[in-house]
């Protein structure tokens, strides 16, 4: 008995694989569901702001009955994975975020669709901020409408500032009193609780910035040349990477163990430059929540030059569904969506009339300030399509200048050094 | 099913055994033909292809280009592979040994008549019937320098704690100490297996002779269960090449300091999945493959010194 | 004497129970953290017991990630992994220990090959397989290439070498044919081959973290295994999360492990020592 079960279980165990295996392939979307709708499919990461995106999905569909989007979540770590292998075959999603470094990367491989005529009437030179436009510009043409920016930060711990009785932070801060205050808290605090965490990879959000402040480049406009070993440039990294030097910031191997947004987040930390997408995940932890606040970044040398760095809607060029993409896609870029985006609480909506969405949903905390710096701010470098074997040699050298093997200046004239050869080798010199 | 033939269905002797004969190596072939279909499919096919991508630069839209032997002298002059390769030869040298003293004495004492072996044996071989990642996420967490158990624990005896996952001179030896730790069962079981397959008469006639346990231990054991540490030890070298489960989650791509407690398997995954350089991993790939070889190789030649068959 | 024996005993004990604690004890803080609060689980000094006992832990995982579709599909694709592996091993180990086929040595020794060469060989091939059969993101891709081992093979056809010849030869005189042989006779008496191989393969199964982790990524088509390092992302500030997410995916082996205790460990035995 026993063994005609296996038997059985055998052969129908080949028969549903021979079916699962032929069912897999050839089975292309066309497009569009059973009741002749046509089919979107947006591809996006983040859970938090799939369900508001699903909100506004919701609202979309009422003002267009013949259309249904669907949303395809990936986790940030899969994300491009995905949609890289998705789109080798054949079958990626419409409409697809995107964030500037990796833009003009599928920009230049053809992979996502010249949008410039066809968001026109969205005036986004007018209605969204000159960094985000640029930064999905390539070659002239624009690949991706803005949908939302970040910037940065410092958040503080008022528990530990009441504890080593140190003033707050305020927004008009300098890196002098930021140096000031660290050495204060140091003494007020206790063992295994740090003034302010400087990260070897926290660039975005902390040294970059000051490097423009103070001067200094990452990168030039045209991409042929790189600014590590400008003095500036090599002046500003070395005021935050001094913290780590001088015991006020935990130390690489610390930081390598245990993120600085984790030791925030377990009140071990009084001091965190980071952009305000973290705020949910703030507000979600016992210790932290209800515990901090944020003000204007310390500015270097007189300016306040932050990072900015965003996502836009990009639509895959290989789309079935051409024209309900542009229509949903300007739709995404306009007013409504953008409201509804912002007052979902989870990101700064991009388009400029939205911005204060997000501020107005948390009023007990200083949120104005992620707004108040656009102007000047900086898109996030470096923008190139080989963007990922430069960050590589970047991060590498960095986290060997950060675990004390080479100097800063050492360290930098090596990435210079490198970074020059692979411009040198893309501009074909 | 049985029954004598009718004499209208005799059939020549001959025929008999041909018709028969036929009919055994068609249902032969049946029997064999999905594994071999599978295995053709997914293995041998498979290894033609992997050779021939190791003579290729593949990109991450999967477009292969012929670079003939530049993947090879990549690997020749590539510091992270011979870091790979020699953390993975630390591994062994660490690992291995320890391991396998560790677990002759905790099988030496569960061979000894005593109560309750099987609920030692059980609980021993926990570590290895779990899911390695899930038990390096937990590890990770005790060894975590700032809210660590392990660092209250050395807090205990005085010692200072450290950052032991985040500095890359003292990471790989944490993940060592795992390793030791979940391997202890499945070495113990396979000596137990070995030890009371000795016969007893071994050791009455030692004890007759008048030597001590100690000394039966190291002159009738040892050399009896040979052939399982010899065992141990091949599957432990072989092993360290296997490793990534525990290095991905202990220290893992967003620490600083992966790129150099790599070991050749975490090494081949990152060329191929992570830095997309898929052509280079399967040259990585074919080195291990003939490393594995010469260490196979090398064992069993060196076997037949030491290993004490029956 | 006798008190030497207790002593000796006593000494034996000891060494074991110490042994014991540092193998259990990581499981015991596993579980302990999954039932604390994120801020209580970075407490310095550590806490043992939660103080504030809740399993918010649980609940948080599975809002973040579809944990209860993941847990199908790792069971799913254990079963079918167990069911279809032994099946296919058994039914060609049988032809190989059994029946003189034209062909069968050079198959074999292709077989036994494939057992000497590294996993990692295979990858990037069976990956690139997959996604031209358009198979990315799907569960069939989790256990197809798992389906065909020639560990499996390799393992059965040296249970099914062991038995008598006699019994096959009485009943191929008597008219049988092989299936019949196969279903009736050997395999009745492969049963402890069957079990160790089956337990062999579950814990491969559900344990199996590379192959998972490169070839879905979409959240319900995910493993326990790649769900766990996605936690450690994602959640790489929330312990007791992460520690739940480990409990859920040990348990369900553990309790196997319990229940077939015996069969695990003779299982290794065979498996090790025999190869």
Not at chain 3, 258 to 271: D, K, N, Y
Request: with cysteine.
């Amino acid at each position: 008995m026993r063994k005609n079960w296996k038997k059985l279980i055998a052969l129908g165990l080949a028969l549903t694989m021979t079916v699962s295996v032929f069912s897999g392939c050839g089975n292309k979307d066309d497009g569009k569901t059973k009741d002749g709708k046509t089919k979107l499919v947006m591809a996006l990461w983040d859970e938090e702001q799939n369900k508001v995106m699903k909100e506004m999905i919701k609202v979309y569909e009422e003002e267009n009955p013949d259309v249904t989007v669907e949303t395809q979540l990936t986790t940030w770590a899969e994300y491009w994975t995905k949609i890289e292998a998705s789109i080798t075959g054949g079958d990626a999603a419409d409409i697809i975020w995107v964030n500037a470094l990796k833009a003009v990367g599928y920009a230049e491989s053809g992979v996502l669709m010249d949008i410039t005529e066809a968001v026109a009437d969205l005036d986004v030179e007018n209605n969204f901020p000159r960094a985000l436009v640029d930064g999905y510009t390539y070659d002239g043409k624009l690949y991706a409408v803005p949908k939302d920016f970040d910037t940065n930060g410092l958040f503080y711990n008022k528990e530990l500032f009441d504890k080593a009785g140190v003033a707050y932070p305020t927004d008009d801060w300098t890196m002098e009193d930021l140096k000031a205050a660290a050495i204060e808290l140091q003494a007020g605090l206790e063992d295994g609780e740090y003034p302010i965490a400087a990260a070897y990879n926290s660039g975005q959000t902390t040294y970059e910035g000051s490097v423009y402040a103070n001067g200094g480049y990452i990168l030039n406009e045209d991409r042929t040349e790189t600014g590590w070993n400008d003095p500036k440039t090599v002046e500003a990294v070395q005021a935050w990477y001094g913290f780590v030097e001088e015991g006020i910031s935990p130390t690489s191997e610390q930081m390598a163990d245990t993120l600085p947004d984790t030791m925030f987040e377990g009140g071990k930390l009084a001091m965190l430059m980071v952009g305000n997408y973290m705020i949910s995940t703030f507000e979600q932890n016992e210790v932290i929540n209800g515990k901090f606040d944020v003000v204007r970044r310390p500015s270097f040398n007189g300016k306040k030059t932050d990072i900015i760095n965003g996502l836009g809607y990009a639509v895959n060029a290989a789309t079935k569904n051409e024209e309900e993409a542009i229509k949903f896609l300007n739709w995404l870029g306009g007013e409504e969506a953008m409201r509804l985006q912002g007052q979902g609480g989870t990101v700064i909506s991009a388009r400029n009339d939205a911005q204060h969405y997000f501020a107005e949903t948390r009023p007990e905390l200083n949120l104005d300030i992620f707004t108040m710096d656009l102007e000047e701010a900086k898109m996030l470098e470096p923008r190139v399509p080989y963007y990922s074997d430069l960050m590589t040699v970047q991060r590498e050298i960095l986290a060997e200048v950060w675990a004390g093997n080479i100097t800063l200046e050492e360290g930098t004239n090596q990435i210079a050094e490198k970074w020059q050869d692979v411009l040198d080798e893309k501009n074909g010199k | 099913m049985s029954g004598k033939n009718d004499s209208s269905k005799v059939y020549s002797y001959k025929e008999k055994n041909g018709k028969r004969q036929r009919n055994d190596w068609i249902a032969a072939y049946i029997f064999i033909a999905p594994l071999v279909i599978g295995l053709a499919a997914f293995y041998v096919w498979p290894f033609i292809q992997n050779v021939w991508f190791s003579f290729n630069d593949v990109n991450k839209f999967n477009v292969a280009t012929f670079n003939g032997l530049d993947n090879y002298k990549k690997l020749f002059s590539d510091p992270a592979l011979w870091g790979a390769l020699w953390n993975t030869v630390k591994y062994i040298i660490i690992v291995v040994p320890i391991s396998i003293f560790l677990s002759i004495v905790v099988a030496a004492l569960l061979n000894a008549s005593i109560k309750g072996k099987s609920i030692y044996r059980t609980l021993y071989f926990l570590p290895t019937v779990t899911m390695p990642v899930a038990v390096s996420l937990t590890w990770r967490w005790i060894f975590n320098g700032d809210y660590g158990l392990f660092n209250e624990f050395l807090g205990l005896f005085g010692m200072k704690g450290h950052a032991w996952l985040g500095d890359a001179n003292t990471a790989l030896y944490m993940i060592m100490i795992v390793a030791v730790w979940s391997g202890i069962g499945y070495n113990v079981i396979i000596l137990l297996a070995g030890m009371q397959g000795i016969s007893r008469s071994y050791y009455e006639a030692a004890a007759i002779d008048g030597a001590s346990s100690v000394r039966q231990f190291f002159k009738i054991t040892i050399p009896l269960v040979s052939p399982s540490i010899f065992f141990i030890l091949i599957t432990g070298m072989i092993g360290a090449f296997q490793v990534f489960d525990s290095i991905f989650m202990m220290v893992g791509p967003e620490n600083p300091i992966y790129p150099k407690v790599l070991t050749m398997n975490a090494l081949f995954y990152r060329n191929a999945f992570e830095t997309g350089y898929k052509g280079y991993a399967s040259a990585i790939s074919m080195f291990m493959f003939v490393i594995i070889m010469i260490i196979t190789v090398i064992q069993l030649i060196g076997q037949k010194k030491w290993v004490h068959y029956d | 004497m006798k008190g030497n024996r207790a002593k000796k005993n006593l000494i034996v004990h000891i060494v074991l129970l110490l042994g014991v604690g540092i193998t259990v004890f990581p499981f015991l803080w596993m579980v302990l953290t999954s039932f604390k609060l994120p801020g209580e689980s970075m407490a310095i000094p550590p806490t043992f017991f939660p103080e504030h006992f809740t399993a918010e832990a649980y609940s948080k995982i599975f809002e973040t990630l579809p944990f209860a579709k993941i847990y199908m599909n790792t069971i799913y694709t254990t079963i079918i992994t167990v069911v279809g592996q032994v099946a296919i091993c058994t039914l060609a180990a049988y032809a190989f220990a059994r029946i003189n086929f034209p062909g069968k040595n050079f198959i074999f020794i292709i077989i036994l090959s494939i057992l000497m060469v590294p996993g990692q060989i295979f990858l990037i091939p069976q990956y690139l397989l997959i996604q031209k059969l358009g198979l990315i993101n799907t569960l069939t891709a989790l256990f197809l290439p798992g389906l065909f081992s020639a560990f499996g093979t390799f393992l059965m056809r040296q249970f099914f070498m062991s038995l008598p010849k006699e019994l096959e030869e009485a009943a191929l005189l008597d008219g049988c044919n092989r299936f019949q042989i196969f279903n009736k006779i050997m395999l009745p008496l492969v049963k402890p081959g069957i079990v160790a191989l089956s337990i062999f393969v579950a814990r491969f199964a559900w344990n199996d973290f590379m192959w998972p982790l490169i070839i879905n990524s979409d959240p319900d088509k995910l493993k326990l295994a790649p769900a766990l390092s996605l936690l450690r992302g994602q959640y790489a500030n929330n312990f007791p999360g992460q520690m739940a997410g480990a409990v859920i995916s040990v348990i369900p082996m553990v309790i196997l492990f319990f229940i077939f205790q015996r069969q695990f460990i003779e299982g290794v035995a065979h498996t090790g020592v025999k190869g």
